[in-house]
């Protein structure tokens, strides 16, 4: 393999169909993709503001990696399912977070963000790498289900160094489990270019587990859409797993704890902003007549208003009942958390009562 | 009643869980063709087929985390770590993901997975093969950790891990293996497997016990009862969730506590039984509670091994100090 990356959509907007994957591209298409993109970047920067005003712990900014993440969510299926990191704004949009429960992690209130049934996203993980093993083994079980399902399983170029993320891939291909993985590389695992994680393109990699890989530019929406949708529905019938390596860049700090001036040099930075993904979907909207005025305000209407409700609902969030820190550690009653719980229950009496 | 080694009553046991069950599915390393290093799979793929029986690549962590997947897929996988000493690979799996994720999940997703490991020493076996870990799973919350002292136990335990919801750390005592005893294998199963079992009651002592410690403390009780001193013996089964009052109960009448395990015994099981005893029978003691066990050593090789595990003269030698005027 080359390490050429697939593109359909240029920098300057121009679409450039690519023989293997084809993509029926309407205006009804990119005016989704833009607006996801849009409310994605909304969320991310409402979030960033609740962290600097002391409203959440901590926040991971998205910022540059909307264009991938939006189009691999695209390219599933309601019925697929995925496993992410904490950096998947964009996938957690397209598939119906609500951007307040998301925030409930950050919050400090609960360490689950949503249903994951409902959502089809399991619940992300912190470790890093680790769900990679998860994606596979939710696949195998599809698998035993004959279920016409896929899996996309979601990590960054850091988890490739991860004992879990080679497990897995070994898993998947021994199993031929129907999961695709979809690498982000945003070039920094926090301080560490991904040249101490490879010296190779990670896309390599995966040949030597035995499955195909693309390197797709990962600030193309419409590649991402159609390499990912390609590589799940091949899943889908049977051929096995797949890997796609988004190239694209991590234009934030990884978490607003972070500070990217002490490792970063400035004109990366204005490299990547010039192969923004929504000011390149942007332009090619405004070529080809699909960006009217009317869209454009209607859905920046709709991010000012997305803004309002995060704001006013994570501001106006309580604390949990401390007694609520017992919940759910056990499905079945366990007698040593019963027993500390009414331990706390006695002491906060006892507080109150004095 | 059927007379079965602990190895056949666990292999009927998954066999019956697998029969009553379609979501039950077994993963582990050499458990399809060869039937598991000590046989516990013996003729389960046959009979059940690749994909319920399912020979994982060597990678435990891969085992227990594809497990992760397949539960919350609604599966109920029960994975086999070939030997105790193996199962750190997995740990981080085992601690960050299986013991929290119905936590994490507010309840909405549980994790019936059942990860067994063959675990003690007493076999003359080479280095990692013979380790005690039962304290690091005891102390995670979420988990629950069980141990069969015997062939009828293991029958009927590992189908009750099975059921649970909850993950459940399965350690097979690995010296008992081999022990024979009569197994019920035709009765529905009942009782709780998550409680403390009094095998024998005594006014001197109470001793304290699980996995293959049971039968050498049943063979000291025999040996004291010869010398006039009567010993209770209680098999804790369960060590999360942990059933002290039975202990509790008998100590306040015997005044004398002895706990028992092959784990080391400084930070081990035995001092949380220790610390619960003392708590609660403290003006009851007629002697401090005392703890039979490892060294603080990493497991030695096999040739200094009857030195280092507690046997019946080092719990008679215990017995004598608590008893001591």
Redesign the interface.
């Known amino acids: 393999m080359t390490d050429d990356v697939i593109q359909l959509l240029t920098p300057d907007g121009d679409l450039v169909q690519h023989p293997d994957y084809p993509l029926d591209v309407d205006a009804d298409l990119l005016r989704r993709l833009y607006r996801d993109i849009v409310l994605t970047r909304r969320t991310d920067i409402e979030s960033t503001a609740l962290q600097r005003t002391g409203e959440l712990g901590l926040w991971c900014p998205v910022l540059g990696q909307e264009g991938a993440q939006v189009g691999a969510g695209h390219a599933m299926r309601p019925s697929d399912y995925g496993?992410t990191t904490y950096r998947e704004v964009g996938l957690f949009h397209v598939r119906g977070v609500d951007p307040v429960d998301l925030l409930h992690l950050y919050r400090g209130v609960?360490?689950?963000s949503w249903?994951?049934?409902r959502v089809g996203l399991?619940?992300f993980?912190i470790?890093i790498g680790?769900h990679?093993?998860?994606?596979?083994?939710?696949?195998?079980?599809?698998?035993?289900?004959g279920a016409d399902e896929a899996v996309l399983s979601c990590f960054g170029d850091g988890a490739t160094s991860t004992?879990?993320v080679h497990?897995?891939m070994?898993?998947a291909t021994?199993f031929h489990a129907p999961v695709v993985f979809f690498v982000q590389n945003n070039q920094w695992a926090i301080s560490v270019p991904v040249a101490r994680q490879t010296r190779a393109s990670l896309a390599r990699r995966a040949a030597g587990y035995g499955m195909p890989s693309v390197r797709i530019d990962g600030n193309d929406v419409l590649a991402s859409l159609a390499v990912t949708r390609a590589l799940l529905d091949r899943a889908r019938d049977g051929s096995g797993p797949a890997f796609i390596e988004a190239v694209t860049y991590r234009r934030g700090p990884h978490t607003t704890s972070d500070d990217p001036t002490r490792y970063r040099d400035e004109s990366e930075l204005q490299h990547w902003e010039a192969l923004d993904p929504l000011d390149r979907l942007r332009r090619h909207m405004v070529k080809t007549g699909a960006l009217d005025e009317a869209f454009v305000v209607d859905v920046d209407a709709e991010a000012d208003a997305l803004g309002v409700r995060v704001r006013e609902a994570i501001r106006g969030m309580e604390d949990p009942d401390p007694l609520g820190m017992f919940?759910?550690?056990?499905?079945?009653p366990?007698?040593?958390?019963t027993a500390d719980r009414a331990a706390m229950s006695a002491y906060l009496a006892a507080g109150e009562a004095s | 009643m059927t007379s079965m080694t602990m190895v056949q009553a666990l292999n009927a046991g998954l066999r019956r869980a697998m029969d009553n069950d379609p979501k039950v599915l077994l993963m582990g390393e050499d458990i399809g063709p060869l039937g598991g290093v000590f046989r516990v799979t013996d003729g389960l793929q046959k009979d059940f087929g690749e994909d319920r029986v399912i020979d994982a690549p060597l990678a435990e962590s891969g085992i227990v985390g594809t497990a992760v997947g397949l539960a919350m897929r609604g599966y109920r996988p029960v994975l086999e770590i070939q030997f105790d000493g193996f199962v750190y690979p997995a740990f981080d799996q085992i601690v960050t993901m299986v013991a929290k994720h119905h936590y994490r999940s507010g309840g909405i997703t549980t994790m019936p997975i059942v990860i067994r490991i063959p675990y003690g020493g007493g076999i003359g076996a080479v280095e990692h093969h013979s380790e005690s870990p039962e304290a690091y799973f005891a102390h995670t919350p979420g988990l629950r950790v069980l141990t069969p002292a015997d062939a009828a136990e293991a029958y009927v335990t590992i189908q009750q891990a099975i059921a649970s919801d909850d993950p459940v750390i399965y350690l097979e005592p690995k010296r008992r293996y081999w022990d024979r005893a009569e197994v019920d294998d035709v009765s529905p199963i009942s009782g709780s497997p998550w409680t403390s079992r009094v095998l024998r009651t005594g006014a001197d002592v109470t001793l304290v016990a699980y996995g293959p410690m049971v039968r050498t403390c049943l063979e000291a009780a025999d040996a004291a009862s010869e010398d006039g001193v009567e010993c209770s013996v209680i098999d804790l089964r369960s060590l999360s969730p942990l059933d002290l009052g039975p202990v509790v109960d008998d100590v306040r009448s015997t005044g004398r506590c002895i706990v028992v395990h092959e784990a080391p015994v400084v930070l081990g099981v035995g001092a949380e039984v220790a610390a619960t005893v003392t708590e609660q029978c403290f003006f009851r003691l007629e002697a401090p509670v005392a703890r039979v066990g490892g060294a603080y050593i990493p497991y030695p090789p096999n040739r200094y091994e009857q030195h280092y595990l507690p046997d019946v003269d080092r719990v008679l030698d215990a017995i004598d100090q608590v008893t001591a005027p």
């Open positions: 496993f609960s360490h689950a249903d994951p049934q399991g619940l993980t470790v680790s990679a093993l998860h994606s596979v083994g939710y696949a195998m079980g599809i698998q035993r289900d004992g879990d497990e897995a070994v898993f021994a919940d759910h550690v056990y499905a079945e366990h007698p040593q958390v």
